[in-house]
């Protein structure tokens, strides 16, 4: 394995501090990892969400892991174009959210022209990670991290975190 | 599952995070653009942001209930990476704007603009700052503040500056969450009790005075917020006829002596926000926001 596929196996392993169950490249947030000229490794990530609070946390991460893993020299650099889609997140990704009882976004909308207003249920809810049941209720389209909604399941009662389709 | 960073110091690193929102982005001016109009113009959507974003946050642990706390939190946290994008964005069109520091001073740019300059400097429209007021005034003020503002960057995403047009592209997601949010709350207190229909009246009253401020005409580089009102009126219109509440009549909060929410005939005559003439409301908001990092200027936090 030469030195930047290397660099780039340690940068995918670096998980999403804020749901740990992802890594970044499962989350889509890690888009590239280039090792320049002069040996420095430049990684890119995007945010999930403009305000996203953790992105210094995965610059952070990533300087670390790569240090121990015998980068020295690192950069990360943030990529705005194209924004982050929940599209993004891979099979395993979604697999890994299931497994820790959250629910894995559907499908993201696809907009052409001006988007409409939406009044009602904003989508067709998804069913319950726990209990598979289809009888669930949004409860707010904002949760404990801005790429969450809440919901709760009315077959087993309990709520849970629905990644956001964005 | 966090026992691998047990003891792991650099997993605490927080402060000392990016200092450069825009870290790695090329920020060239693109050929035509003027950098001075390419600044001004994210400034006034970043301060549009960045103070609607510190009312918002002001209502933390004081929604109705533990869902909405939620959910204003989130969109002030969304309105505040919209500013902190749009204020390094104009301070890296045109270092001008960045308001002078002590020498050697750590400051980032977007910090020195949001912490470092005075109301008359300010370029957010009256809307955002105007005092809090009940739940109904924070989802009237939501509701208004969010339909142009989405207007304004659904036309914005084919901005020919990119790093906008990558901001605009962003922000239209969220912005459309917030949107819908406000519109759900106007529709639901609208046809909830006669106390819940009351309140939103008169809050619809207090801060429509405001709305035509987010289309006032802008010259120069970017999207003139003026050619949206069609489609703001359509989406406003909507809400109103399913709420069943009468669209209101539109007078300048300036006019015939209607006095600004916490107005003190500070305002300029015929001054708009844009202009730098702001209500009585906007000073003591930055004094809160802005006295730490001016006690000590030279922070590195």
Not at chain 2, 120 to 126: C, D, K, L, T, Y
């Amino acid at each position: 394995m030469n030195a930047r596929d290397r660099a780039a196996e340690v940068a995918r392993q670096v998980r999403d501090p804020e749901m740990p169950m992802l890594t970044l490249a499962d989350l889509g947030v890690l888009r590239d990892v280039e090792l320049d000229g002069g040996g420095e490794v430049v990684v890119s990530i995007t945010p999930t969400y403009t305000g996203c609070p953790a992105m210094a946390t995965m610059r952070d991460d990533l300087v670390h892991r790569l240090r121990e893993a015998g980068f020295d020299r690192v950069e990360v650099r943030i990529v705005l174009d194209p924004p982050w889609s929940s599209d993004w997140i891979s099979e395993r990704g979604r697999a890994a959210l299931r497994e820790a009882g959250l629910s894995a976004p559907g499908p993201a909308p696809r907009r052409t022209g001006p988007i409409p207003l939406t009044l009602g249920p904003a989508r067709s809810a998804p069913p319950c990670p726990r209990c598979g049941s289809a009888a669930t209720r949004l409860t707010s389209e904002f949760g404990a991290t801005a790429c969450k909604a809440l919901y709760r399941c009315t077959g087993c009662q309990e709520p849970f975190e629905h990644v956001k389709e964005i | 599952m966090n026992d691998e960073y047990a003891g792991d110091s650099s997993q605490w690193a927080f402060g000392t995070g990016f200092e450069d929102p825009l870290a790695g982005v090329d920020t060239t001016v693109p050929q035509g653009v003027d950098p001075a109009e390419l600044a001004a113009y994210c400034l006034m959507l970043g301060d549009d942001a960045l103070i609607m974003s510190q009312r918002l946050s002001e209502w933390c642990s004081r929604a109705p209930d533990l869902e909405e706390d939620i959910a204003l939190a989130n969109m002030a946290l969304d309105l505040l990476g919209q500013a902190r994008l749009l204020l390094a964005r104009a301070a890296a069109a045109d270092p001008g704007v960045v308001p002078a520091l002590p020498e050697g001073s750590p400051v980032p740019a977007e910090d020195a603009l949001a912490f470092f300059r005075d109301a008359e400097q300010f370029r957010n429209v009256r809307l955002a700052e105007v005092e809090n007021g009940d739940f109904a005034h924070v989802v009237v003020r939501l509701l208004l503040f969010s339909v142009a503002r989405l207007a304004l960057l659904e036309r914005l995403r084919t901005s020919p500056d990119q790093v906008l047009a990558a901001v605009a592209a962003k922000g239209v997601k969220e912005i459309t969450y917030h949107r819908d949010w406000a519109g759900r709350w106007f529709l639901t207190l609208a046809q909830g009790t006669e106390e819940s229909r009351r309140r939103l009246e008169t809050a619809l009253e207090a801060l429509w005075p405001y709305q035509a401020e987010l289309l006032a005409p802008h010259t120069g580089f970017g999207v003139d917020p003026a050619t949206l009102r069609g489609e703001v009126d359509v989406v406003l219109d909507q809400v109103f006829a399913v709420s069943g509440v009468e669209r209101p009549g539109d007078a300048p909060p300036s006019d015939a002596g209607r006095e600004p929410i916490g107005g003190t005939g500070r305002e300029l005559p015929g001054g708009t926000g844009r202009d730098g003439a702001h209500t009585a409301a906007l000073a003591p908001l930055l004094a809160e926001m802005q006295v730490v990092a001016r006690a000590h200027p030279s922070g590195r936090w």
